[in-house]
Structures are given as C-alpha cells and as structure tokens.
C-alpha cells in the first residue's frame, strides 16, 4: 500500500527565511503529487500539482515553487517566506485507482 | 477550474442520530468524488468515495449518494457516535482534487 512521507513535521521560520518541505512516496510508482496548505480552521487549497518529473502546474499565485526531482520525490519551496505562508502543508499522492492519500503534514509558523 | 460548495458548514446531532452533508460542483466532466475525515491536528483520511459510473455506495455507517444531472452528491452518517465527531471534506476534480470547506460535525452523547 501507498505510505506517504512528509518533513519536518513542524518548524517555526522568521518572516524572509527561505523554506524547504520535502515529500517521498512509497508503495507505488509514477504518482500524481500534490501540494496543499490549510490555514487554521479552513478548508484545503491546491498550491501545486505534479503528474510526471519536472512538470509541476501552479494552482496560486503566491511566492512559493514545487519541484519533482524524482519519481517519487516532491519538494515545496520559497525563497522568502511571509507572515501569510503559516499553516499545515500536506503532501498528498495518488495511489491504486487514483485514489489520493496525504502525508502526516507539516505545521507552519512563521514569525 | 472546479468549484465545489458544501453546507453545512457546521452541524450537530444527537448521538444515534443520522448526519448528512451535501456539496455541489461545476465541473460537469469530474469522475470521482471522495469524503475525507479530519480530526484536529491531523491529516485527512479518506472514509468513503464514489465514481461517476455508480449511483450510490455504502460501507457499514457511511453511505454516499451522488447525482450527476444535478451535480451534487452526499455523505450519509446513521448511527453517529462521539468518535464520529470531526470535519468532513468533500472532494472533486480530474487532475486535482478540489475541496469544498468543510463541515464541524459535533456528536453530542
């Protein structure tokens, strides 16, 4: 079965830091890779989603960047980040019957 | 791009009561549209999804009901515990899922 990796699990970041979030997936191969970020108490927004190496489509204007370096391999990114970037940043991937599972996610602060 | 709307966007029940919360969508061509559960502080789990070839699917408690000439489809809870007590997140889309903004369901032993 599909087993999703997410990390760091938290990390608090002043505001003009850059980020890293990265994403591996097990269990399964050539999966569609998605990025998506929940602010507190809110719903599920696409930032970004990826069906092969090196394509990568943007749902948000914003100053973050994904890249998929590999395969199974999905990493988010900015190079300054915002007091607006804080939140729980779920990777999520498609498993058998193009079903999506999300990782255990990543809480956000930036100060 | 999709557009998904869901209501309630809270709701409270009696335990042993049934739950039901209902999205619409826009996309006329989406093929494919699960439920999520989310407890606090975790991520989402899928309970239940429903493919546009299929009407209606059940799993012990939860059931989802879809109708595509009207696009909508619904999550049925009967028999709702306090564990049963979470935000539910519809989904729908081709490539990518889009959610609508949940639904507080509170349990009230």
């Known amino acids: 079965s599909q087993t999703i990796h997410q990390w760091p699990a938290t990390l608090v970041q002043p505001v003009g830091s850059p980020l890293s979030l990265e994403c591996t997936v097990e269990?399964?191969?050539?999966?569609?890779l998605y990025w998506y970020r929940q602010a507190a108490g809110r719903g599920l927004q696409l930032l970004f989603y990826?069906?092969?190496?090196?394509?990568i489509s943007s749902e948000v204007p914003q100053n973050l960047s994904a890249s998929r370096p590999q395969d199974r391999q999905f990493i988010l990114s900015s190079k300054k980040l915002l007091l607006s970037d804080s939140g729980f940043y779920l990777c999520?991937?498609?498993?058998?019957?193009?079903?999506?599972?999300f990782g255990e996610g990543s809480w956000l602060t930036v100060v | 791009g999709e557009n998904v709307e869901q209501h309630p966007s809270t709701l409270s029940v009696q335990e042993g009561d049934s739950a039901v919360i209902k999205c619409t969508y826009s996309?006329?061509?989406?093929?494919?549209f699960p439920w999520y559960k989310q407890e606090l502080g975790k991520r989402p789990q899928l309970i239940i999804d429903?493919?546009?070839?299929?009407g209606e699917k059940k799993d012990q408690r939860i059931a989802v009901t879809l109708n595509k000439t009207a696009k909508h489809f619904s999550l049925h809870i009967t028999e709702t515990q306090p564990e049963d007590s979470a935000v539910y997140f519809c989904?729908?889309?081709?490539?990518?899922?889009?959610f609508g903004s949940g639904t507080r369901l509170q349990v009230q032993p």
């Open positions: 999520a991937g498609t498993g058998s019957g193009n079903t999506i599972y």
């Open positions: 269990g399964t191969s050539n999966p569609n």
């Open positions: 990826s069906v092969g190496i090196g394509q």
């Open positions: 996309d006329s061509a989406s093929n494919y």
């Open positions: 429903i493919r546009s070839n299929v």
């Open positions: 989904g729908t889309g081709r490539r990518a899922l889009t």
